[in-house]
């Protein structure tokens, strides 16, 4: 591609309302314009990644028995109806009318319309496994679009549907989801991660989020350092300590609670220096209200809550943090003054409590404090893992220790069950000639979330260092002399020669100052420049600068063509 007939419109200033550096790079190195909040332009050089991204995903898919093709994106209300997510699914679901008066939502996910194909056609268990997906345009009206591609509205996602006689068969694909996303990743040239992930709603133990690991991630993921154990921090198992296993009487001080007037300290932070005591030693007591009402959570001053363990304990995926007025109502204080003692709500503790005796907690009174609390003081419902995974802890699975990192998430699997089959009826005729339900699963990756996070893990002070198998072009091919010259000649042929070879050249033959090609080669990562220029003709050689490592070398021109070979199949 000549650059001179390319539309790369690359910016040198960082536009202001660009947050993140994958959205600042995206723009800057001419990938996409905005349109709307959440909604964006991908210009040739971005949709050159895309493909890249779009092309492996295709491969590997293919590769593991998927099939592809191709749903509508404007999709029926009845259907969304059926399995009760045309409620369910709130604001995000973008409804749109037609002439006649009709509903329709422009699809945020697939399930319902995958569904709705397999029970029309499938009847028998001859037909299955399959595995169905396609690569399409999805519109989420998120709350707060931001990032760019990262967090659109409207995106484009690879999903995919599984269909399956049993149990047995729903985890073969599961696991054929979980190998082909490893090799999707891997041969994007990506560092990740996948972690065991909350299943939500739908329960089970079989889903995972494929994690592109770097710092400015939106999720935390707990790994160990010494196996292969990795979770999203919400997910993130923490063991009882040793001291608890054989369980005898619980600790007690042989004191008395005691009240003591805490004005105005409301914050584990203000009590403890108040009081002269450590986080160790204080209870804090969180209130949680859901459709089943309220509940009351017991951790260590030092930890934080958990709120997905304790929705899966008590059972009531509503639970949220309680509002002041439900807190004013159970507790008979404001918030930052709640305590066990005397508390009508059910109690659930963490298991670090039960090694705790003598602390300090809330004392449902404005400004009140209670010392000497011990477990006999009130009735705990159940201690269970509550809090949050902090690092140091020890590994649920092999005891070392937990270190955190950070992450984007670009890809999602997840086993149904017979979720979505059950609602709308998808069955098949067993071998005996009995009617069966068909168990399901989901697998989605964000492609242009996929592209952001590439950048986010992949850059430095000059601009975006594309992994080759992402690369908009391999190589970029700088004529420093334009025009009618010798060199531009020479230039010319090296271009006829890498292109007639099979690889992608941006040839830069613009009329521009030297220095302004380099900044443009080193902003749009392209992750080999290859310039010729006057000294270098004069002396047979070009300059190879390697946008990863910095490394320069010198090529004899007549060698150019291998030696760019022989660097894409290093990088490959
Ligand atoms: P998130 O928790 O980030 O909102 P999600 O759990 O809602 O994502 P899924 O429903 O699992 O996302 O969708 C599958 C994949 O689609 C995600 O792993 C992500 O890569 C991509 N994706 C989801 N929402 C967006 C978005 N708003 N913009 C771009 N990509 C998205
Ligand atoms: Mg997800």
Redesign the pocket.
């Known amino acids: 591609m000549r650059y001179s007939r390319f539309f790369l419109p690359t910016l040198r200033e960082v536009p202001a309302d660009a947050e993140v550096i994958s959205h600042r790079l995206m723009l800057r190195a001419g990938m996409i314009r905005r349109v709307a909040a ?1 909604i964006y332009e991908v210009l040739p050089m971005g949709l050159r990644v895309i493909r890249k991204v779009e092309n492996i995903i295709r491969e590997e898919m293919d590769r593991a028995g998927a099939l592809e093709l191709f749903m509508p994106s404007i999709l029926p209300a009845e259907l969304w109806q059926e399995t009760g997510r045309w409620d369910f699914y709130g604001k995000e679901l973008l409804r749109v009318r037609d002439r006649h008066s009709r509903d329709f939502c422009y699809g ?2 697939h399930e319902e319309v995958f569904t709705d194909l397999v029970r029309r056609e499938i009847r028998s268990y001859r037909q299955l496994p399959l595995n169905l997906y396609q690569i399409q345009t ?1 519109f ?1 009206d ?1 709350i707060r ?1 931001r990032f760019g ?5 409207e ?3 690879k ?1 995919a549907y599984s269909f399956d006689r049993d149990l047995a068969g729903a985890e073969r694909s599961y696991q054929a989801m979980h190998e082909a996303y490893t090799a999707i990743f891997a041969r994007c040239g990506l560092r990740f991660r996948a972690v065991e992930a909350d299943t939500g709603k739908i329960g089970g133990s079989l889903s995972h ?2 994690m592109v690991l770097a710092d400015t991630g ?2 935390r993921v707990v790994s160990c350092a010494a196996c292969d154990y990795a979770a999203n921090l919400e997910m993130a198992a923490v063991a009882p300590s040793e001291a608890r296993q054989g369980s005898g009487p619980p600790p007690d001080s042989g004191l008395d609670p005691e009240d003591v007037q805490t004005p105005g300290k409301k914050t584990v932070q203000e009590v403890c220096q108040f009081l002269g005591i450590t986080p160790q030693e204080l209870v804090k007591t969180i209130v949680l209200k859901g459709e089943k009402g309220p509940v009351a959570v017991l951790v260590r001053g030092d930890h934080e809550v958990n709120s997905v363990k304790v929705r899966r304990l008590v059972d009531d995926e509503t639970l949220e943090l309680a509002d002041a007025e439900t807190v004013a109502a159970v507790t008979g204080a404001p918030v930052g003054f709640a305590g066990p003692v005397g508390l009508k709500v059910p109690l659930y503790a963490d298991n670090a409590l039960a090694e705790m005796a003598g602390f300090v907690t809330g004392g449902n009174a404005d400004d009140v404090h209670t010392r000497g609390v011990d477990l006999a003081d009130f009735r705990v419902e159940a201690f269970a893992d509550l809090r949050e995974a902090v690092e140091g802890d020890p590994c649920p699975k092999c005891g070392g220790i937990l270190t955190f990192l950070r992450g984007i ?4 699997i ?1 086993y149904l069950g017979t979720k979505y089959s059950e609602a709308m009826g998808a069955r098949f005729l067993d071998e005996s000639g009995a009617e069966r339900i068909i168990e399901m699963g989901c697998y ?7 592209a952001a996070a590439a950048i986010e893990q992949n850059h430095d002070g000059k601009g975006i260092v594309w992994p080759l198998p992402l690369a908009p072009f391999q190589v970029v091919l700088l004529s420093l002399d334009p025009g009618k010259t010798e060199v531009h000649a020479v230039a010319e042929r090296l271009y006829e020669e890498l292109t007639a070879g099979g690889l992608e050249v941006l040839f830069d033959d613009r009329e521009e100052r030297p220095g302004v090609k380099f900044n443009d080669a080193d902003l749009v990562g392209i992750p080999l420049r290859v310039t010729v220029g006057g000294r270098g003709v004069k002396e047979g050689v070009a300059e190879f600068k390697e946008r990863a490592t910095g490394e320069e070398s010198r090529v004899p021109l007549d060698r150019v063509p291998d030696a760019v070979r022989e660097f894409v199949r290093r990088q490959s």
């Open positions: 959440g945020p996910t999805k989420r998120e679009p591609l990262m967090r659109g509205r995106f484009t996602m999903d989020e494929f939106e999720d998430e670009v890809g999602h997840f989605g990756i964000g492609v242009g979330r996929t």
